[in-house]
Every structure is written in C-alpha cells, then in structure tokens.
C-alpha cells in the first residue's frame, strides 16, 4: 500500500528540520562565524553566507512542513550533505570539537529515516 501523506511527520524530521533553520538563521545573522568562516569560501570560490542560509532554510522548512513521505525522504537526503559540509567546516577549522562529534549520530538518523521514509513512499 502506498502511502500519499504521512499522519504525523518523523521525530527525527523535524528535529532535523529544526536544527538547519537554526543553521540557516545562524548563517544569516550578521556576526563573525569564526567556526564556519571556511564555508565562505568553497573550492576558491566566494560562496555568500546568505546562500548557505537559503540553503539550509528551503531543506528546513521542507522537513518541517511535509508530510509527504516522498518529499520528506528527498529532504533528509538533502540534509545529510548539508550537515556533513557544516561539521567538516567546523572540524577544518577547529579540530575535533562538539559538533565533529555529534553530527555522527545525527547524519546516520538522517540516512536511516530517509530509508525508512522511501519504504513507507513505496508501500513496502
């Protein structure tokens, strides 16, 4: 049986949700990020903080509001390298700290709910 809407959204989608609208309203903010600085600039490139505040604001806010097993299963996928590429940042540019360690539980939620989210989007 396929599902077509969730009842209720997966805990650990909205606290993933949740936890990049705090990014994304962290990037935005306009004080120094002495943790994320390295995001600013990717490959050489000059990557605003504006963008990676849109960035993880759209995949939030999507986790936050669906309850469509489909979309919430491409925002979780979405999330993962999102939250990969914000501890890496924060690894490179304080060595292990917090955040390297708690992203590791977190990231592994992200991949085990979106398997379970494209079963539920498959009726299996």
Known sequence: ????RLPRRYRTQV???????CLAVFMAWPVA?????????WGG???SPLLWAAA?????GLLLVT???KWAMLGMLLAFPLLATAAAA???TLG????????????????WTAIDLKARWRGQ
Request: net charge negative.
């Open 67 to 69: 309850h469509s097993p």
């Open 33 to 41: 990020k002495p943790s994320l600085w390295i995001l600013e600039g």
């Open 45 to 47: 490139l000059h990557v």
């Open 15 to 21: 606290l993933t949700g949740q936890i990049l609208a």
């Open 56 to 60: 993880f604001g759209l995949v939030g």
């Open 1 to 4: 049986m396929v599902v077509e």
């Open 90 to 92: 924060a690894y490179l």
């Open 96 to 111: 292990p700290n917090v955040m390297t360690v708690a992203v590791g539980p977190l990231l592994l939620h992200c991949a």
